[in-house]
């Protein structure tokens, strides 16, 4: 009954919002088209249920680069722990973040393509946030395979949370597992309102 009434709300709530912030969408695109160029769109390969890998969208908020760092993917004959070492989430600060790229970060603006995603059966609006491959070196098996035995979201409890590890992060995201309901997603999604509303990052 929960997974088809979230299913259910993550079609019409997606469609709804990007109904509502339409003029805003365009309005991002026609920025980094005409002051940043092609592409408009940030495209990285994140990992979803049972593990099967999808693209995820974001409007491209940095300067395009040729370092595949930052993608977290694995390459030929390359091992999990070395794409782990290899990796580097992007920071606050880094200077190849555009200026535009750094308003719509400060408001997540950039993951508002996600909500494709979500139409698309990809993501959830409230689930864990979908991790890239070479984190998988961050968990135990268990911690993987029950991380990854539901949907991915755009928001979930990690996010709106005091976080200050992976591991903590991590806590949050099998927390979120075993408490997952509807009434506690709309509980996320009011708090990742709040917390957008304070323009605070998560």
């Not at 408490?179 to 509303?197: A, E, G, H």
């Amino acid at each position: 009954m929960y997974e088809k009434l979230k299913r259910t709300f993550d079609i019409f709530g997606s469609i709804f919002l990007l109904l509502i912030l339409l003029p805003i969408l365009i309005t991002i695109a026609l920025a980094i088209y005409f002051f940043n160029g092609k592409p408009i769109f940030f495209k990285q390969k994140r990992v979803g249920k049972h593990g099967f890998e999808f693209v995820l969208y974001k409007f491209r908020s940095m300067k395009p680069s040729k370092n595949t760092n930052n993608l977290g993917n694995i390459e030929e004959k390359e091992s999990l722990e070395s794409a782990r070492r290899r990796f580097k989430s992007t920071s606050i600060n880094d200077e190849r973040i555009t200026i535009i790229g750094k308003f719509i970060r400060s408001f997540h603006l950039d993951e508002l393509p996600q909500l494709l995603n979500v139409i698309k059966g990809d993501m959830s609006i409230v689930g864990p946030r979908p991790d890239v491959i070479a984190q998988k070196a961050d968990y135990t098996l268990r911690q993987w395979e029950m991380r990854n035995s539901m949907k991915p979201g755009i928001t979930g409890l990690a996010q709106v949370s005091k976080i200050e590890s992976t591991q903590q992060r991590i806590e949050y995201d099998l927390i979120y597992k075993h408490k997952s309901s509807f009434v506690f997603d709309t509980k996320i999604l009011f708090l990742t309102c709040i917390k957008l509303f304070r323009n605070r990052s998560f």
